[in-house]
Each structure stands twice: as structure tokens, then as C-alpha cells.
């Protein structure tokens, strides 16, 4: 029996990566099966065409690969990952846990189409990763809403102020904004979870996002046999 599939979605500086080993926590103490898989996978010779896009060997601005050439490139990443990294654990039953998955592809790449072609692409990408691929189609997408602002300033500590340690997608803030419309957009017609990380007025803490976050996955962990 198939495991589950859950992913965390969120511009860059959202908290993905320390939500994921919260809930891996959470998940281990009460002895499921579970594994974190972080993508893209730069370790990876298949993340190559990816490596090269987020440098800028194609151009130094988002837009100047195509939403279709460009989520190619991540689609192979994630095909190889599935087999040959987590596969055995994901069909043996285990939780994965994604940081990242093809849904990025839904808000990353869509910026680059005008608003009236979301909807199409939307149905290509699904239909090249989950069915043409192969890959598993997620049984949980939360989409961690944060502002871009703050989102930003995350990033800075991160690179401790070097703004040339930024790919072409986190320094272009324009198009930032626009991945959060499309991820919005993408949430609302595919029925992902969105959790902002404010309460309106102020960020909320690590730990109370992750009880919202455990609250989600919850209803999952009960269909566990």
C-alpha cells in the first residue's frame, strides 16, 4: 500500500525546510514511517538544466525561459529523485515529506504565461508529471503564505547580505509578487491548504505554525493502518 505524500509550497524564506523537520518530529514520535526529500535535488546530476537555469546560463531574468522549457528541466529532477531516492519508502508505506514538489512549477512558471493561460498549464503540468512521468500526485499541498517583505528579509540573514548569492528568481521581487498571486490561484482551484505565517499583525512562531501545520496532516495520519 502507497504511503503519503505531503508537500510544503511557499516563496523562498517562508520556513519550508524547518516546518518539514518539525513535522518529520512530529511523525517519528509517534513511530510512523516517515522521510524529508528536499527538491530540487542539487546533488543530483538530472538537477543540472536546473542549475543552469537558476544561475542564469539562459538569461539572467525568469522570463527568458519558457514556463514549458523551464519546468521540463525541474520535472526531470523530480522523476529521478522518485526512483531512485524515495520510491521503496513511498511504496512501502512511509510519509513523505516534500519540500518542494511539482506544484512549484504551478506558481513558478505560470508567472511567465498571462493570467488567461493559467488555467491551461495548469492541466499540462499536471498531466507531464502525475500521469506522462509518472510520479506521485500529492494527498496533502500546504501553500505557507508569507509576506514578501519578510520573506526577504529571511533571505538576507540567509546570504548574510549578499545579494549576489540570490538566484534569478529571488532577486527579481516582481516576479515574486506574481509567484504568490499564481500560487494563490493555483491553491483555489486544486484544493490546497494555504496557512499564512501572520495572524494579520504579527509573524507567528515556529511552533505555532507547526500545530497548524500537524493540524492538517492530522486527518493522513488517521487513515494510517
Same mark, same amino acid.
Given at each position: 500500500?502507497?504511503? !503519503?505524500?505531503?508537500?510544503?509550497? &511557499?516563496?523562498?524564506?517562508?520556513? !519550508? ?12 514520535? !509517534? ?6 526529500? =528536499? ?11 536546473? =542549475?543552469? *537555469?537558476?544561475? &542564469? ?10 514556463? *514549458?522549457?523551464?519546468?521540463?528541466? *525541474?520535472?526531470?529532477?523530480?522523476? $529521478? ?10 511504496? &512501502? &508505506? ?12 504551478? *506558481? ?10 493559467? $488555467? ?44 549576489? !548569492? ?15 498571486? $499564481?500560487?494563490?490561484?493555483? $491553491? ?38
Amino acid at each position: 500500500m502507497a504511503g !503519503k505524500l505531503i508537500v510544503l509550497e &511557499g516563496l523562498d524564506g517562508s520556513g !519550508k525546510t524547518t516546518q518539514l523537520k518539525y513535522l518529520l518530529a512530529r511523525l517519528s514520535a !509517534k513511530k510512523l514511517p516517515a522521510r524529508r526529500v =528536499k527538491l530540487p535535488n542539487y546533488e543530483s546530476e538530472a538537477c543540472a538544466p536546473v =542549475k543552469m *537555469y537558476l544561475r &542564469g546560463d539562459f538569461g539572467s531574468n525568469p522570463g527568458d525561459v519558457n514556463a *514549458y522549457a523551464a519546468s521540463a528541466f *525541474y520535472a526531470v529532477d523530480r522523476f $529521478a529523485s522518485y526512483q531512485l531516492e524515495w520510491q521503496n519508502d513511498y511504496l &512501502g &508505506g512511509a510519509f513523505i515529506l516534500c519540500d518542494r514538489y511539482a506544484t512549484s512549477n504551478l *506558481y513558478h512558471q505560470a508567472t511567465k504565461l498571462p493570467r488567461a493561460q493559467w $488555467a491551461e498549464f495548469t492541466r499540462w503540468a499536471e498531466d507531464l508529471e502525475y500521469e506522462r512521468m509518472g510520479i506521485p500526485k500529492p494527498d496533502l499541498v500546504i501553500y505557507l503564505d508569507m509576506p514578501l517583505a519578510r520573506s526577504q528579509a529571511l533571505l538576507r540573514e540567509r546570504y548574510n547580505g549578499d545579494e549576489q !548569492k540570490k538566484d534569478i528568481h529571488e532577486r527579481d521581487l516582481a516576479y515574486l509578487a506574481l509567484c504568490r498571486e $499564481a500560487a494563490l490561484f493555483a $491553491a483555489e482551484k486544486l484544493g490546497w491548504t494555504v496557512l499564512s505565517c501572520t495572524d494579520g499583525e504579527r509573524m507567528l512562531s515556529i511552533e505555532e505554525l507547526s500545530e497548524r501545520i500537524f493540524a492538517c496532516a492530522a486527518p493522513l495520519l488517521e487513515e494510517t493502518p
